[in-house]
């Protein structure tokens, strides 16, 4: 158990000394506790420097300062996570280098059934430390409905992603409950014409890859541990990655939501139609929206407008890389 597993009562014990210093008679008075529990958490918060006793008779409690009594337990706390960190790197490279001197089935899981491929990924997800990649085309094993909570959840802890979409993949994803709300988060978005097949890749330790991209349904997919398959993948992920065009959709501070998408849209050269569906616009709509952005951008053809749009920052080219993304 961490320092920071403060029991509850524990925690009550400490609001009621901030709101004032007392015995263990009056903190159990005012807390509703029995003095006989009162007592056990007064002296484990002494014990975590979080709290302090009088010589006198009957003993005073009184509170730590919190910057000063958390800020210790923090910094014990992170010391700890440090060392957990660095005997699971020890024990994963020690396992790696077991599996490698056995059998090399074991680099390799073949997972089969969507639910259980929904799962492995999850699972391989939410072990990531420092990025997830992934290159993003259909079969789907379930609908990308919405942004996946582990994305979320990892984004928010500071865990990188970059993503390569296939173009076809954009006009399955929504953009307001998965798309957007990625990108806002932090995750790097690039999108490809066409992807050779999808892929998720989690630090270096893991891999997901299906085992057959051309099915309609994904039904087997293939665990990748360290060897050099693994490495080919994340070779072939910087690949795409460099030959990519930035996905942009909703960050220009002179365009409207809807402009801003047709804009971040058009520019991964979806057709028409498909960016039309994917807005929500009936297709001579999108045609009128479209030629609108046009005249705001004093271009007569697209090409045109894709170079003064790029001028004024609205399209982000990929090259020079940004600082960071290794």
Same mark, same amino acid.
């Given at each position: 158990?961490?320092?920071?597993?403060?029991?509850?009562?524990?925690?009550?014990?400490?609001?009621?000394?901030?709101?004032?210093?007392?015995?263990?008679? %009056? !903190?159990? #008075? =005012?807390?509703?506790?029995?003095? *006989?529990?009162?007592?056990? +958490?007064?002296?484990? &918060?002494? /014990? $975590? @420097?979080?709290?302090?006793?009088?010589?006198?008779?009957?003993?005073?409690?009184?509170?730590?300062?919190?910057?000063?009594?958390?800020?210790?337990?923090?910094?014990?706390?992170?010391?700890?996570?440090?060392?957990?960190?660095?005997?699971?790197?020890?024990?994963?490279?020690?396992?790696?280098?077991?599996?490698?001197?056995?059998?090399?089935?074991?680099?390799?899981?073949?997972?089969?059934?969507?639910?259980?491929?929904?799962?492995?990924?999850?699972?391989?997800?939410?072990?990531?430390?420092?990025?997830?990649?992934?290159?993003?085309?259909?079969?789907?094993?379930?609908?990308?409905?919405?942004?996946?909570?582990?994305?979320? %959840? !990892?984004? #928010? =802890?500071?865990?990188?992603?970059? *993503?390569?979409?296939?173009? +076809?993949?954009?006009? &399955?994803? /929504? $953009? @307001?409950?998965?798309?957007?709300?990625?990108?806002?988060?932090?995750?790097?978005?690039?999108?490809?014409?066409?992807?050779?097949?999808?892929?998720?890749?989690?630090?270096?330790?893991?891999?997901?890859?299906?085992?057959?991209?051309?099915?309609?349904?994904?039904?087997?997919?293939?665990?990748?541990?360290?060897?050099?398959?693994?490495?080919?993948?994340?070779?072939?992920?910087?690949?795409?990655?460099?030959?990519?065009?930035?996905?942009?959709?909703?960050?220009?501070?002179?365009?409207?939501?809807?402009?801003?998408?047709?804009?971040?849209?058009?520019?991964?050269?979806?057709?028409?139609?498909?960016?039309?569906?994917?807005?929500? !616009?009936?297709? =001579?709509?999108?045609?009128?929206?479209?030629?609108?952005?046009?005249?705001?951008?004093?271009?007569?053809?697209?090409?045109?407008?894709?170079?003064?749009?790029?001028?004024?920052?609205?399209?982000?080219?990929?090259?020079?890389?940004?600082?960071?993304?290794?």
């Amino acid at each position: 158990m961490g320092d920071l597993d403060l029991d509850p009562l524990d925690v009550e014990v400490y609001r009621a000394l901030l709101d004032r210093p007392g015995t263990v008679a %009056e !903190l159990a #008075d =005012r807390t509703g506790v029995g003095p *006989g529990r009162v007592r056990v +958490a007064v002296g484990r &918060l002494v /014990a $975590l @420097d979080l709290a302090t006793r009088s010589g006198g008779r009957p003993v005073v409690f009184g509170p730590v300062r919190p910057e000063i009594g958390f800020g210790g337990l923090v910094v014990r706390e992170e010391r700890r996570l440090e060392r957990m960190r660095a005997l699971q790197a020890e024990f994963e490279e020690r396992y790696r280098r077991a599996v490698r001197g056995t059998d090399p089935a074991e680099l390799l899981e073949v997972v089969r059934g969507a639910d259980a491929i929904s799962q492995r990924a999850e699972q391989l997800m939410r072990s990531a430390r420092h990025e997830v990649r992934f290159v993003d085309k259909p079969p789907y094993a379930e609908p990308p409905s919405v942004l996946h909570p582990a994305e979320r %959840e !990892l984004l #928010d =802890r500071g865990v990188r992603f970059r *993503g390569v979409y296939d173009r +076809a993949a954009l006009e &399955l994803h /929504a $953009l @307001d409950e998965d798309l957007e709300p990625g990108l806002a988060l932090g995750e790097q978005a690039r999108v490809v014409g066409e992807a050779p097949l999808k892929m998720i890749l989690v630090d270096g330790h893991a891999g997901l890859i299906p085992l057959d991209s051309g099915e309609p349904e994904l039904r087997t997919a293939l665990v990748v541990r360290p060897c050099t398959l693994l490495d080919a993948l994340g070779a072939l992920f910087e690949v795409l990655w460099q030959q990519a065009l930035p996905l942009r959709l909703h960050d220009h501070t002179s365009l409207s939501t809807q402009d801003a998408r047709l804009l971040g849209l058009l520019t991964t050269g979806m057709p028409d139609r498909a960016i039309a569906k994917q807005l929500g !616009l009936s297709y =001579r709509t999108f045609q009128r929206r479209l030629r609108d952005l046009m005249d705001a951008l004093g271009a007569q053809t697209r090409f045109q407008a894709g170079l003064r749009a790029a001028a004024k920052g609205w399209v982000r080219m990929p090259f020079p890389e940004d600082p960071g993304q290794r």
